[in-house]
Structures are given as C-alpha cells and as structure tokens.
C-alpha cells in the first residue's frame, strides 16, 4: 500500500537503514493468535492491511441459471464479486492454515510426552491408540480435525470461485467475439454497398 498525499499525490516513505530496520524486527506483536500477531506486524512494518470481505455483495455470489441472458453490465458485477471473494477467502484461508499450525504447535508436546511413556518396543500405530484415549490430546485431536476440515471445505470453495469466475469470464469473452464478428459483417456490408 502506497501513502497518498492531498490530492492522491504519493508521498515518498523514508528508506530505512539496516540497523533501523533491525531495531524494529524486534518488536514483539501482541495478539491472541500468530495470525493476529503476524497480521499486525506487517500493517505496522509493511503498510500491508489485509483484505477484508466487507464489501461483496452477496447477491451476485449465486450464479444465475442461464448467463448468456444477463447483461453485459450485470456479468461484469458477477465477476467483480467472484474475484473480490477469492480474494477475501484466499486471505482467509492463509488465516486459518496459521491457526492449524498453532494447533500442531501446542498438540507436539502433548504427543511427545504421551509417545515418550511408552515402551520403546511398541509400534507407532499402539502409540498412537493410547494417544487416542489421552483426554488432553484428544481434546487437541478434535480441535486440530476441525480446523484440517475448515481449511479442506475453504480449499474446496476456493475452487469453485476459480470455476465460476472461468465460467463469466468465457461469457463475457464470447460476446466480445460475436461483437467483433458483428462488426466484420457490417463492414464487408458496408463495403458491397459502395
């Protein structure tokens, strides 16, 4: 994000030194969660604010039956929203794949102590069924499951906003041949006329 300055003009940001940007990589973010966290340092040091899915319009997130009947203006809208979505559910996802790593984070422990009072004869599959029965890792297990799934079913939604988005833009690609077409052949009309 570049500083703007009355009137859009840009502004010129201070290069920093080495040493000054040393000093502020030690900066310590504080925050519920490392996306939080990390979030908040790159607004502070970067400039970078992270997208936000506050102004989609859901009403033209649902494809309409037929896009060949919408208009030129409304598939335009229908892109524009696609796009914007993707872009809000990419930032989402990279959200929750840093809380998935914060869970495995706070689960290894769990799993190196529950591994570790075992014999060292027993094969992993035994290790990992009295892991299983371990209320504190089960706990973790859970929670580590459902955000593995939250993180597949944004996957999965991810490559439906690439399908719809392919789908408009190959409509608005068509009308834009035939107009040229069209354009051909009043040409070549226009030309027998004289």
Do not use: C
């Amino acid at each position: 994000m570049i500083p703007k300055g009355k009137k859009g003009e840009l502004k010129r940001i201070k290069r920093e030194e080495p040493d000054e940007v040393a000093e502020s990589a030690k900066v310590v973010f504080k925050g519920d969660t490392r996306y939080e966290q990390i979030e908040a340092e790159l607004v502070t040091t970067a400039g970078i604010k992270m997208f936000t899915n506050d102004t989609v319009d859901s009403e033209y997130l649902q494809l309409p039956p037929h896009l060949d009947d919408e208009q030129s203006k409304e598939l335009g809208r229908y892109l524009h929203t696609f796009t914007q979505q993707k872009i809000w559910v990419r930032t989402f996802m990279s959200r929750v794949g840093a809380m998935l790593r914060e869970k495995e984070d706070e689960f290894a422990p769990i799993k190196d102590r529950v591994f570790s009072s075992q014999d060292k004869k027993m094969s992993v599959t035994e290790k990992e069924l009295k892991l299983s029965v371990d209320l504190e890792a089960m706990e973790k297990i859970e929670e580590l499951q459902f955000l593995q799934e939250k993180y597949n079913m944004l996957s999965d939604y991810m490559d439906n906003l690439v399908d719809g988005i392919f789908s408009i833009s190959r409509e608005i690609s068509r009308r834009e041949g035939d107009f040229k077409d069209q354009g051909r052949v009043d040409n070549v009309n226009n030309k027998r006329r004289n």
